[in-house]
């Protein structure tokens, strides 16, 4: 039966309990509630789309889905990043069809209209001869889209009264710059970009602060001799912070797993007590809400140990599926054989082919499928959330909440608290 927004509302603040660890099954199945966070969630916050290395030289440009709509992101001078509703004013046809280029104008596929990658109109085909001499364009640019960069990283939002990204990223800035802020960092290659039959909650809770399945679900990567021991996830802490994000830091690790060559750049850009952190990581794992996920892992390559950085979004194209983009990224000034090296590592583990990647996707899927469940019993089903609710914070020596290992849910309690709060506002 048809529900009404009110009443869809109402039933999430009856039934989401992040606060006493009970998160009902249906929020990962349940079409309504997709819809309304497209709403809620997709249209109000900041939302990753891209690296600025992407787009590294004048008039490059990418496109990039921003909740459900196209956008252009333009590099329209030196130093000028600009995003556009990838939409023509004519006629609202889809002006640039294309992923990636290189381009200072841009003209529409229907009438040809022309854009300049600043957004301005500059061109109508025939314009005096059928328009006349007094044909006004300059109310016919492009719709600007509000774009923002942290350290690299760039996030857009439709919401035009929304808080500035420092302020919605708030404290976590600390950690996302151990992430891309210790170096000059780049991009390899083309993000990846693959389906999963998932709903995109799940890779942000289990990124968010999920460490205690992988001694079980990539059990087999101990047994490889990849990774130390079956338990090597838990020494550490979970720390989030507010607006949702979070993240699980590895510690203590005894090999510096960086290139040796850049300690002086890492000392430059971070303060003592950040480098000291990354200095001693095992890994790094988290989620910057919604759904930009991250993560450093270290492996072994050929007998030497390697560190590898990514980023990754769980784009919901449907309530039980999603498109995930995942982001190589490198130390731009790393010597090239540890770059080839540190994507070696990538690839053998978090890829479509890696060997994290395939674990995970199984996992994702099937979670999807029962919460999808149109049986009374899959219906109310409620997940146990209640790892370490009654645990005390520990000090650290970066911001925000945190635990004194990586085996809690306070993380996840904290996603879905937020959460909570922008769907039920
Ligand atoms: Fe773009 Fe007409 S719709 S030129
Ligand atoms: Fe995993």
């Not at 930009?292 to 769980?314: A, C």
């Not at 409620?382 to 970066?398: A, C, I």
Request: with cysteine.
């Amino acid at each position: 039966e048809e529900k009404s927004k009110g009443q869809i509302i109402d039933h999430l603040k009856q039934t989401v309990l992040p606060e006493e660890g009970i998160i009902p099954a249906y929020i990962l199945g349940d079409e309504d509630v997709y819809n309304l966070e497209h709403e809620k969630v997709f249209l109000k916050t900041w939302v990753f789309v891209g690296h600025e290395s992407e787009i590294p030289k004048k008039n490059d440009f990418i496109t990039r889905e921003l909740a459900g709509y196209s956008i252009i992101i333009t590099r329209s001078g030196e130093d000028e990043i600009n995003a556009f509703y990838n939409m023509c004013t004519h006629r609202g046809m889809k002006l640039c069809r294309a992923d990636r280029g290189n381009k200072r104008t841009f003209q529409c596929p229907y009438h040809g209209f022309n854009f300049k990658n600043t957004g301005e109109c500059i061109g109508v085909p025939l314009q005096k001869d059928i328009y006349g001499e007094d044909f006004d364009r300059s109310n016919m640019g492009l719709n600007q889209v509000r774009i923002e960069s942290y350290k690299g990283l760039l996030f857009a939002t439709w919401n035009e009264e929304a808080e500035s990204l420092d302020d919605f990223l708030g404290e976590f800035k600390w950690y996302i710059d151990l992430l891309v802020g210790r170096a000059e960092m780049e991009v390899i290659g083309e993000p990846q970009r693959f389906i999963v039959n998932a709903n995109w909650k799940v890779g942000s809770d289990n990124f968010v602060g999920d460490s205690y399945h992988t001694m079980v679900t990539h059990g087999s990567i101990a047994k490889l001799g990849m990774v130390p021991s079956a338990t090597y996830s838990k020494q550490g802490y979970q720390i989030y912070t507010d607006n949702g994000h979070g993240l699980n830091l590895g510690l203590p690790n005894p090999v510096f797993a960086f290139p040796e060559e850049l300690k002086e750049e890492f000392k430059s850009n971070l303060t003592e007590e950040q480098f000291e952190i990354l200095s001693n990581m095992k890994n790094m794992i988290g989620n910057i809400f919604p759904n930009l996920s991250f993560l450093i892992s270290h492996t072994e390559i050929k007998g030497q140990p390697i560190s590898n950085t990514s980023v990754r979004m769980w784009r919901p194209i449907g309530v039980n599926k999603m498109e995930v983009t995942a982001w190589m990224l490198v130390e731009k000034n790393a010597p090239q054989e540890w770059k080839d090296r540190s994507r070696d590592a990538f690839i053998l583990t978090f890829s479509p082919s890696g060997i994290f990647e395939q674990d995970d996707t199984e996992v994702f899927t099937d979670i999807t499928l029962t919460a999808s469940g149109k049986m009374p019993f899959q219906k109310n089903f409620k997940y146990n959330y209640t790892m370490g609710l009654h645990r005390e914070p520990v000090d650290f020596v970066g911001p925000g909440v945190a635990y004194g290992d990586k085996f809690s849910e306070a993380n996840q309690r904290n996603f879905y608290k937020y959460w909570l709060e922008l769907m039920t506002e």
